[in-house]
Structures are given as C-alpha cells and as structure tokens.
C-alpha cells in the first residue's frame, strides 16, 4: 500500500496527465513514455506509472503491447452511448444518495458555484476551464461515493470520462445553465428529494447532450 506522500505525488500525476489529455496537449493516438511524462511533471517515474494505469482502468489510454499506452481516441457514437447509459445510471445513482450528503459538502459545491456565476461575467463565458471541470467532477464524484456502490462508481466514473471530451467545451458554453442545473441537483440532495434529485439530473444530462449535438452540426 502506497503511503500518504506518495498517494499524493500519484493524484498530481493523474490529474496533471487528465488535463493534458482533456485539453488536448496529449492528443488522442499519442504513446505515453513515463519517462518523458516524469520529466515534465518533475517527478519520479513512479507516481507517473501509477497514474497512468488508473487512466487505463479509467478507460482513457488502452494497452498497445509493447509500445505502452496511448490515447483512446473518443468517436461521437462512444459519446452518445456513454451518454445515454449515464441517463440510465446516474438517475438511480442521486436517487440512492438523497439525504446522505453532509451539510457542509453541498455548502462549499454550492459556493463554489455562486462564484463561478459570479466570475462568469456578462457573457456568461469568463470563466476557468479547469475551475469549471473540477467543480463538476466534485459534484458527480460525491453523488456517486456518498451512493454507497463501489462498482457502480466505477462504471460511472468510467462512462464520465469518456464523455468529458466532449462535454468540456459544453459546460464553458453554457456555464450559466450547468450551473443552474447542478443548484437544483443540490437543493434536492440537501432536501433528501430522490426524485426531484433523479429529475434534476436527467434534465441536466439532457441538456448537456443537446448542447454538444447542436455544437457538432455547427462544425
């Protein structure tokens, strides 16, 4: 078992290796060398190896024999199928944990999102892009532990990240909607409303499919 300080060295890995993929400074097809990734991340190949096997179980990089590991390359359809098995799952999901997220949690993801409003500006598009998926990966990462299903989390887990690379863009599109829809999502879990909870999500994710279908046929 890895001890705190390496857990930690491993978790800037991940998410330093995650950003570079979600916003494309690794490119889809790309092979990963942890050698060079240590290198960049100024840290021991280590953390960097283990890092990267957690994307791989996340289903961002796939095994290519002895060349390592590279980028998997996202089609629309793997998005809308991850997408509409996540309308399937995510709906239960919330369902199962109404009423059960602390006070204090929904307090500070509520903050957070009064700010993000705040710094959105007239626009409604001055926003940070990776303020924007942290707090949006919070959001969905305590609806899915606070659940209670290891597995199910996973599953989710895995079918979110194969649809953040489309859907980046759409939340800095539509900050002020994703927004809106994560405050109902909120107030529903603080009230222990399993149903408008269920609702809420359904709608946001709706939304959110919507938005990335128009933004294809306008490309």
């Not at 283990?50 to 002895?66: N, T």
């Not at 098995?85 to 997220?101: D, F, Q, S």
């Amino acid at each position: 078992m890895l001890n705190i300080p390496d857990q930690r060295l491993v978790l800037q890995a991940y998410e330093k290796i995650l950003e570079m993929i979600m916003y494309q400074q690794i490119q889809p097809g790309d092979l990963l060398n942890e050698r060079r990734l240590a290198e960049m991340l100024d840290m021991s190949q280590t953390p960097a190896r283990d890092a990267l096997l957690i994307l791989k179980g996340e289903g961002l990089l796939l095994r290519q024999g002895q060349r390592g590991l590279q980028v998997r390359r996202i089609q629309v359809d793997d998005f809308l199928d991850a997408l509409q098995v996540r309308l399937l799952l995510e709906p239960a999901v919330v369902l199962m944990a109404a009423g059960k997220v602390a006070g204090d949690i929904l307090d500070a993801l509520e903050d957070d999102l009064k700010a993000m409003l705040n710094n959105a500006g007239l626009t409604g598009t001055d926003v940070d892009r990776e303020q924007t998926r942290r707090i949006d990966e919070h959001l969905h990462g305590v609806i899915t532990s606070i659940a209670g299903n290891p597995k199910l989390s996973s599953i989710v887990l895995e079918l979110r990240r194969l649809t953040q690379f489309f859907d980046l863009e759409s939340l800095l599109e539509r900050v002020t909607d994703t927004c809106n829809e994560h405050m109902e999502i909120i107030a529903a879990l603080r009230m222990g409303d399993g149903e408008r909870a269920a609702r809420a999500i359904t709608f946001h994710l709706d939304q959110v499919r919507a938005s990335i279908i128009a933004r294809l046929f306008r490309a």
